[in-house]
């Protein structure tokens, strides 16, 4: 299953040892996400750092640990979906990258807890708890 995951998904991964980071390290899934995840990230490292208790050093072995799991997609790949992603999520144009690496690559969803994808049939949607139950 190949799924765009969103960037609140892998800060929770990196503040937390739990099931979303155990989702991402699994390997069961194929995992994509727009190449400014982790300029997103990086805006939020001490807040990261501080909620999880990490060392700077331990926060970017982890990041490159949950990375190595996580296909980033160059802007050029997902460039030409733009325009319709933007239709789709004109509540929150932050989510725009996601629905257009989506789209672009075909995937079978977003694994995301936004509440702005609600009510967008165009867009598969999938929680950390529904992977969860797959993991099982």
């Known amino acids: 299953m190949k799924l765009v995951i969103d960037t609140n998904i892998v800060i929770s991964a990196l503040i937390k040892d739990g099931n ?3 989702i991402i390290v ?3 899934f194929e ?3 727009p190449d400014f995840v982790l300029d997103e990230i990086r805006k939020y490292d001490s807040y990261i750092c501080e909620k999880s ?3 700077k050093d331990e926060f970017e072995l982890l990041i490159a640990l949950i990375f190595q799991k996580i296909t ?3 802007y050029l790949e997902y460039e030409a979906y733009k325009e319709a992603a933007k239709k789709l999520m004109e509540r929150d144009i932050k989510d725009v990258p996601y629905v257009a690496c ?6 079978d969803g977003v694994w995301t ?3 702005d994808y609600e009510g967008k049939k165009e867009i598969k949607t999938i929680s950390t708890a ?3 139950r797959l993991l099982q």
């Open 20 to 22: 979303t980071r155990e």
């Open 26 to 28: 699994s390997g069961k």
């Open 31 to 33: 995992l994509v996400s």
């Open 53 to 55: 208790g990490l060392g």
């Open 72 to 74: 980033v997609v160059p």
């Open 102 to 107: 989506y789209m672009a690559l075909n995937c």
């Open 113 to 115: 807890n936004d509440a």
């Open 130 to 132: 529904e992977l969860s």
